[in-house]
């Protein structure tokens, strides 16, 4: 036999073995993918305080500045006194006017009463109070998806679209990974 056809004969064979070692090498090797099957985005509520702060009317009864009723009670009883003292003659006339007396600073007693009850002001004050506003932070997706007949799940940063990379039968689940 020929040198160079047995050469030639033994470097083909090598390069057909070595290039379907390189074709099988390239098929095991080859990025694979995950269908997904569903995407939940997952979210979380944050919730923030705040002071909300408003002015309201407040009314409020005015200082006493005769708190026993001295006053009403003196002018009632000597206007009753005065009135009593206009009734009858004698012993009657005594007994009507410390009846007027009597009946006048009741009545004096209840009239300034009634006018200190009705004395008051109107302040204004601010009231506050504590609200909590709430809000929806996006935090991920969870990820269903289907890798050779097994399903399975797992939480992920983005949205991976329709199919997730797979290299040596694990997901690839960052960029940073899938290079």
């Known amino acids: 036999m020929n040198k160079s056809l047995l050469v030639g004969a033994v470097l083909g064979a090598v ?8 074709a099988t090498y390239s ?6 993918y995950a269908e997904v099957l569903a995407v939940k985005p997952v979210m979380e509520t944050i919730k923030t305080p705040r002071e ?3 002015d309201v009317a407040v009314t409020r009864q005015a200082p006493v500045k005769d708190q026993h009723k001295i006053a009403g009670t003196a002018i009632g009883a000597v206007v009753g006194g005065l009135l009593g003292n206009q009734v009858g003659g004698g012993n009657g006339k005594k007994l009507a006017t410390v009846a007027g007396a009597v009946g006048g600073g009741y009545a004096g007693n209840k009239v300034q009463e009634n006018m200190q009850a009705s004395d008051t002001y109107t302040t204004t004050e601010t009231r506050c109070s504590t609200v909590t506003d709430a809000s929806e932070k996006l935090v991920g997706y969870d990820v269903k998806y289907d890798l050779d007949g097994k399903v399975g799940q797992v939480r992920m940063a983005s949205d ?4 997730i990379p797979v290299k040596d039968g694990q997901l690839v689940l960052s960029d940073e990974a899938a290079k």
């Not at 390069?15 to 390189?22: D, S």
């Open 15 to 22: 390069g057909v073995t070595a290039g379907g070692a390189v």
């Open 27 to 32: 098929f095991v090797n080859a990025t694979q």
């Open 52 to 54: 909300v702060c408003k």
């Open 160 to 163: 991976p679209g329709r199919k």
